[in-house]
């Protein structure tokens, strides 16, 4: 289950590129087979071709394993704050204020909820 969802990031940050599978494992220089069964979850690479995957896809290990590690926030953070890099300064601020309301009314009914 955990190499399913370790598989999907990995064609996603692979896809970003607008790589095909192909042109991914050439430039690896393994076999397309190979980038499948890692994609659907089939097999895991080794650490130093875990490695080489990573930086081959420009990306952190927290790109891949954020789905799965309970404390990797740092890679959604990232991406959440790159998105909001590229709207206008009132458009953060909007968003900025609605995300403070919405962290609020969570701690507000966690509170309510340990009386």
Do not use: H, W
Request: charged share 25%; with cysteine; aromatic share 6%.
């Amino acid at each position: 289950m955990i190499d399913k969802r370790i598989g999907q990031r990995f064609k996603q940050c692979r896809e970003k590129l607008g790589l095909t599978q192909e042109e991914f494992a050439k430039k690896m220089g393994v076999t397309i087979n190979y980038i499948s069964t890692i994609e659907r979850g089939m097999t895991f690479p080794r650490c130093e071709k875990l490695v080489q995957l990573l930086n081959a896809l420009g990306v952190p290990a927290d790109a891949v394993f954020c789905d799965v590690l309970t404390s990797s926030p740092d890679y959604q953070t990232s991406v959440l704050s790159k998105k909001l890099e590229n709207l206008p300064v009132a458009s953060q601020q909007r968003i900025l204020q609605v995300v403070e309301l919405m962290i609020q009314q969570e701690q507000d009914a966690f509170s309510e909820s340990q009386l």
